[in-house]
């Protein structure tokens, strides 16, 4: 077996990461509902697939959520991806029972408020951009059955990033 390094991850491309169209479900349109289903991000969506990314089925909303991501993750481009993901996020996961799922650290800010702590809006964007590298890590390195477990992982942190970005915009009175 050839030595897996960063390198060969890295050269072995990006094709069939994300799947939309004609491309989707391999033709098929059989409807499949949407996979996102965390805990944070209220559960189940009951909307159907229109899309794959990583070949889980995503629908619309998600889909547009998760494809930002990973579009700025394989193009490195995290520093400056946030305001143009920003609209995806908390259309993907909105606010509507934010009390009963928002992390208790992101609801306990205050937006002048100066802590040691790092901004729960990076916190969450790093825990999401890390989760997204080694879902393409999987990826290339053939081990898809770690796909689903970290796209859990990901939602949770896509949904407390989205409030941490909802609230931080309410509080300052600023667009997100
Ligand atoms: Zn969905």
Redesign the pocket.
Known sequence: MTQVTMETLEAGGFDGIIKEGAEAFDGDRAPLP???HHRDAGGW???G?TMEAYEIP??????AEIKAGILAEIYHDAGNALEAQAAALVR?YPVAKLEERVDPETSARGHNETTGNAHPVDIFFAARMHTLRLMRLSWSAGQHWMLEVLEEKREGASAQLAFALALRAQKTGEPV
């Open positions: 949407c996979f996102v969506c009951e909307r697939a995503f629908c619309e909303v998600h889909g993907a």
